[in-house]
C-alpha cells in the first residue's frame, strides 16, 4: 500500500514553491492508487505562525487536495520523539560546544553551510561543561556505512558521504527543541509512509534521514525530490525571500503553473479542478508510474 505525505512548516501562506511540493506528491500517491497525509510540521515554535496552518489546510482544499487520514501535529508528539531519542542510546552523546566554539575550530563546512562538528564532545563533556545540545555520532571517515546511497526517483544517484560532509549532527537542544530530522524520520515511520515526494532543498537532509533510519530500524522510504522553485534572483521561495501567497481566487491557473513546473505540459487548458486533477494524475502516472 502506497502512503505518501505533504509536510509543510506552517511558517506562513502556501505559496508557488510550496504548492509545487504539494502538487507533486499528492499526483504521485493518487497515481499510485495510494492514500495521501498532510502532515504539519509545527515542533520550531519561533518559526510558527498563528493559523497559518489552518490557512495552508483550507488553501489544498480549494484547490482539491486532502488529507486521507487524520493531519498529525508535530508538536503533539514531543513523547514519540523523546521515546525515539532514548532508543538511540549510546549513538547519542552531550555537546557543550557554542557556535562560536565550532566555527573556531576551523573545520570544513558542511554541505548545508554550517561547519562540520569537529567532535570535541565525543569522549564526554570536560569538568563544568554544560550540554548544549545531544548529537548522534556518524561512522569514523574509514568505516563503509558512513557512505549512504540512494536512489531518487527524479535526480538519480544520490551519495553523501556523512563523515566527511556532515559529521555528527544536532538531534535535540537543550531548551527542549527537537532537529527537524528527528521528527520527519519518526513520524515517517510511524505513518507507515512509503513514498516521500519533496522538494530539492530537501535532498542534503535525505541522507541524515537514512542514517536515522537505519539506526532506529525503521525501513527506508522511496524518495523523489522535484526541482524547488526560484525567484528572479535564483532564491528558493520562501516567506524569507518574499514569496507571495498564492491566489486562490483562480485554482485553476495556480495548478497549471505549478504543474508547468513539474514539465507536465495538459493537452489542453481544463475547465475545471477535477478535469485538470484527471488530466495532471494521467500524465504523471505515464511519466514516473508506468515504466
Ligand atoms: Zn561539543
Given at each position: 500500500m502506497y502512503i505518501g505525505r505533504f509536510a509543510p512548516s506552517p511558517t506562513g501562506p502556501l505559496h508557488a514553491g510550496s504548492l509545487v511540493a504539494a502538487l507533486a506528491s499528492y499526483l504521485d500517491a493518487r497515481s499510485n492508487r495510494g492514500h495521501w497525509l498532510i502532515r504539519i510540521e509545527d515542533i520550531d515554535e519561533a518559526r510558527t505562525v498563528a493559523s497559518a496552518a489552518e490557512h495552508i489546510i483550507q488553501t489544498l482544499a480549494a484547490l482539491g487536495m486532502r488529507s486521507d487520514g487524520e493531519i498529525l501535529w508535530q508538536s503533539t508528539r514531543q513523547e514519540r520523539y523523546n521515546a525515539a531519542f532514548n532508543q538511540l542510546g549510546n549513538a547519542v552523546y552531550a555537546c557543550a560546544c557554542s557556535r562560536r566554539e565550532i566555527a573556531d575550530s576551523r573545520v570544513s563546512m558542511a554541505s548545508d553551510g554550517a561547519a562540520i562538528y569537529p567532535g570535541t564532545c565525543r569522549h564526554g563533556l570536560a569538568p563544568g561543561r554544560v550540554p548544549r545540545a545531544w548529537r548522534v555520532r556518524v561512522p569514523d571517515?574509514?568505516?563503509?556505512?558512513t557512505l549512504i546511497q540512494f536512489h531518487d526517483r527524479w535526480q538519480g544517484l544520490i551519495e553523501e558521504n556523512l563523515a566527511a560532509?556532515?559529521?555528527?549532527?544536532?538531534?535535540?537542544?537543550?531548551?527542549g527543541f527537537w532537529a527537524y530530522q528527528l521528527a520527519v524520520v519518526v513520524d515517517d515511520a510511524e505513518q507507515g509512509v512509503t513514498d516521500i515526494v519533496r522538494g530539492a532543498d530537501l535532498l542534503e537532509s535525505t541522507t541524515r534521514q537514512i542514517y536515522l533510519q537505519r539506526l532506529l530500524g525503521f525501513s527506508t522510504p522511496r524518495y523523489l525530490h522535484v526541482p524547488a522553485v526560484v525567484n528572479d534572483r535564483g532564491e528558493k521561495l520562501s516567506k524569507q525571500t518574499g514569496a507571495q501567497p498564492?491566489?486562490?481566487?483562480n485554482p485553476i491557473k495556480a495548478l497549471i503553473e505549478a504543474a508547468a513546473h513539474l514539465g507536465l505540459t495538459l493537452s489542453h487548458t481544463p475547465s475545471s479542478v477535477d478535469e485538470f486533477w484527471t488530466m495532471a494524475i494521467l500524465e504523471w502516472e505515464q511519466r514516473f508510474v508506468r515504466i
Open positions: 571517515a574509514n568505516d563503509s556505512q560532509h556532515v559529521g555528527d549532527f544536532v538531534l535535540k537542544r537543550a531548551d498564492l491566489d486562490v481566487g
